[in-house]
């Protein structure tokens, strides 16, 4: 008897490490709790300002959004625009470079929305074989 999986194409170590380097930079650039909330509610509500994001991303606090707000500046994705009118207005944007995420929000959209439904699936099967 042959080995199974001896003729079966053998994937690179270099395709792997690059996959997953691609994927490391993604998360680091985009990933945590509150970065995508962010751009999206931008994406949303357009223009807004820092207590507007406060209020529309439920549970942030105003530091870790300061810190995330300069974080997306720094890659690109917003842009701090400062009007020098009684009082100082401060609102952010999203850049056109946020656009290269609509494919990634929508995937993450679709498949969050089918996990959601099949937990409630499971959910309902769990309870309906328990009674």
């Known amino acids: 008897m042959e080995n199974p999986g001896v003729n079966e194409p053998q994937h690179s170590t270099n395709a792997c490490t690059a ?14 709790k509150w970065k995508l909330k962010i751009i999206i509610a931008i ?3 357009g223009r807004m300002r820092f207590n507007e994001l406060q209020r529309t991303v439920e549970g942030i606090s105003a530091r870790v959004l300061s810190n995330e707000l300069k974080d997306l500046e720094l890659n690109g994705f917003i842009k701090r625009n400062v009007y020098t ?3 100082v207005v401060i609102e952010y944007q ?3 470079y946020s656009d290269t995420l609509d494919g990634l929000l929508k ?10 439904e099949k937990i409630r699936q499971d959910s309902r099967q769990a309870a309906t074989q328990n009674n």
């Open 19 to 32: 996959a997953l380097s691609a994927v490391e930079d993604t998360l680091y650039v985009i990933g945590g």
């Open 43 to 45: 994406k949303e509500h």
């Open 85 to 87: 009118k009684s009082p």
């Open 94 to 96: 999203l850049t056109g």
């Open 107 to 116: 995937s993450l959209v679709e498949w969050g929305t089918m996990h959601r």
